[in-house]
Nanobody, 114 residues
Framework: QVQLVESGGGLVQAGGSLRLSCVASGSFEIYSMAWFRQAAGVEREMVAIILRVGNINYADSVKGRFTISRDSAERTVYLQMSSLKPEDTAVYYC?????????WGQGTQVTVSS
């Protein structure tokens, strides 16, 4: 059974930093690991993605401030968020894909106060 467990959200002041983690368990081959976010009343959007081969992409709104990475076992994905802005406030979701499935974490709230 596949399970994604996220952690690291919270309340931070503008300009601060947070690090999100997502651990993937279960027997499946991971093709990509990504972070999405969804603010109130807004569609869910991709923040950053790292592919199995190592390619990385970021949303324009977070380039230069956020960094996605994974551990050596490639079962944990991180999102280091720096220079946070109030507009980064959202529920952040981990998404992992295999060759034929998409898995989502439960979400973790990130709130940036001005």
């Amino acid at each position: 059974q596949v399970q994604l467990v996220e952690s690291g959200g919270g309340l931070v002041q503008a300009g601060g930093s947070l690090r999100l983690s997502c651990v993937a368990s279960g027997s499946f081959e991971i093709y990509s690991m990504a972070w999405f976010r969804q603010a109130a009343g807004v569609e869910r959007e991709m923040v950053a993605i790292i592919l199995r081969v190592g390619n990385i992409n970021y949303a324009d709104s977070v380039k230069g401030r956020f960094t996605i990475s994974r551990d050596s076992a490639e079962r944990t994905v991180y999102l280091q968020m720096s220079s946070l802005k109030p507009e980064d406030t959202a529920v952040y979701y981990c998404r992992v894909t295999s060759h034929d499935n998409v898995y989502w974490g439960q979400g973790t709230q990130v709130t940036v106060s001005s």
